[in-house]
């Protein structure tokens, strides 16, 4: 018999979830107990882990990811039938999907991370004081995490990933809609960890579906130090007021694009085309469209007709409904004209649309008078998520990236660039619109705490 690695907690490993289904309150109560008394032996070990341990296991991962392939498509293709079966909705069907690209870059997410630096245990801000001893501050793990999120398979593989690297025990609770895809991956996550000699236990992933487990998991603050919920604004709503230790969250994406006066109009179509129709159930999706009252008359037709190859629904204020119901039939030719329903298309915006986080193709349009009300409108209607001014300039952007009170704040480029891999993270495990702790994009740092360290030789306090 292999010996057992000293970083596998052994007595623990003996309860084993198989054993406690079908879930009943009883059984949900022990198996939850058993998990967090895992994650927690495990969190140690994790937190001690050399950084070559570390990234042993990401780089190990990453390769596993790319031989999986076959056997991750099968178990995701399990998924997507009983989603699509179920009438889930198309957005949350394309957040389902694992494809090979998704899957590449969760394999290049966890070489980036590999490759970054260790921040654990560095200490920073040391001081001598007058009485001789020297204060400072050393990064630490928060402990053991919970993620409760939905549809979105990778964030497994994120969430795995940014658990190994900044030191924590993760306990996973995906969404029922992928749970197959889920188990595949998190498969692939204990066999990366127990290559590189780490505990299999230091992520685990919920293997029953019952929303019961998730009550017990955010309310076991003798094991679990943080929750974060990534989700609909239903889950995320329910999770803050239920939990019992503290939650990183963000309840909606309204992200706003600001085409000011002056600007590039070139620049401003290109990315406002992008930040809208990339990909339109992201989170970082612009869904909001303000437009200086210098520039609608040019701007807005030229967006239309790009909206209208898309199908975007556009729905607009009283100005600028006029402007292109005035101007748009002489920016489209004929033909194009004639391929589109106007009317459908061109809509007024109703109240609910200026704070509507639409995941698909819809947009809000409004006109305004300049940057002063473009901030306050944002400041007013958006979700402190990421929004972006498009100028040319430099005074108009530096207001706008210290008076807009939002976590991410851009300057002529895509809302769609808020995101952890793409900020240089490695990975996120979400985007926080709250003040404390962490906000925007949280990667390894946003996963891990301060404590003070006080170094003398022999001082006393007189």
């Not at 001893?133 to 630490?140: H, K």
């Not at 909206?307 to 002489?330: S, W, Y």
Request: charged fraction near 20%; include cysteine.
């Amino acid at each position: 018999m292999a010996k057992a690695s000293r970083f596998e907690p052994a007595p623990l490993q003996r309860r084993s979830c198989a054993r406690i289904c079908p879930m009943n309150a009883l059984n949900i109560a022990e198996y939850t107990e058993t998990l967090g008394l895992q994650a927690k032996a495990a969190a140690a070990l994790m937190a001690s882990a050399s950084a070559a341990i570390k990234n042993k296991a990401l780089r190990t991962l990453a390769r596993l990811l790319r031989e999986s392939g076959e056997p991750l498509a099968r178990a995701n293709a399990q998924d997507l039938a009983a989603a699509e079966a179920a009438g889930l909705a198309a957005p949350l069907l394309d957040r389902l999907r694992l494809t090979p690209k998704v899957i590449e870059t969760c394999a290049l997410g966890c070489e980036q991370l590999a490759a970054m630096p260790d921040i654990i245990g560095e200490i920073i801000g040391m001081t001598q004081q007058e009485s001789g001893i020297r204060v400072g501050q050393m990064r630490v793990p928060i402990g053991v995490f919970c993620m409760v999120y939905e549809s979105r398979p990778n964030v497994t593989i994120e969430a795995a990933s940014l658990s190994i690297k900044s030191g924590n025990a993760a306990i996973l609770r995906g969404g029922s809609e992928a749970i197959h895809s889920n188990r595949a991956l998190a498969e692939l996550v204990v066999r990366a960890l127990q290559e590189a000699g780490l505990p299999g236990h230091g992520v685990q992933l919920v293997q029953t579906t019952d929303r019961a487990a998730v009550g017990r998991l955010i309310a076991m603050a003798q094991y679990v130090d943080l929750v974060i919920p990534r989700g609909g604004k239903g889950l995320i709503e329910r999770i803050s007021a239920e939990a019992r230790v503290p939650v990183i969250k963000h309840l909606d994406g309204n992200c706003h694009s600001y085409v000011d006066e002056p600007c590039d109009l070139d620049l401003a179509v290109k990315v406002v085309d992008n930040a809208k129709t990339q990909k339109f159930s992201p989170c970082n999706a612009t869904e909001s469209l303000l437009v200086a009252r210098g520039v609608a008359q040019d701007f807005l037709p030229r967006m239309a007709a790009v909206f209208a190859t898309r199908g975007v629904q556009m729905r607009c204020d009283a100005e600028a409904l006029q402007i292109l119901k005035e101007k748009l039939p002489k920016t489209l030719a004929g033909q194009a004209l004639a391929a589109i329903n106007v009317e459908e298309f061109l809509q007024p915006a109703q109240e609910s649309d200026w704070s509507e986080e639409y995941l698909a193709p819809i947009i809000s349009v409004k006109v305004v008078a300049g940057l002063d009300e473009a901030i306050a409108w944002i400041n007013r209607y958006g979700s402190h998520h990421t929004d972006a001014i498009l100028t040319t300039d430099q005074r108009h952007a530096r207001r706008f990236v210290r008076e807009v009170d939002s976590a991410s704040c851009m300057v002529n480029t895509s809302t769609r660039f808020a995101d952890g891999f793409e900020y240089g993270l490695g990975a996120e495990i979400g985007i926080s619109t709250d003040k404390f702790h962490a906000r925007g994009p949280v990667g390894i740092a946003g996963l891990t705490s301060l404590k003070w360290v006080v170094l003398g030789e022999g001082e006393v306090r007189s």
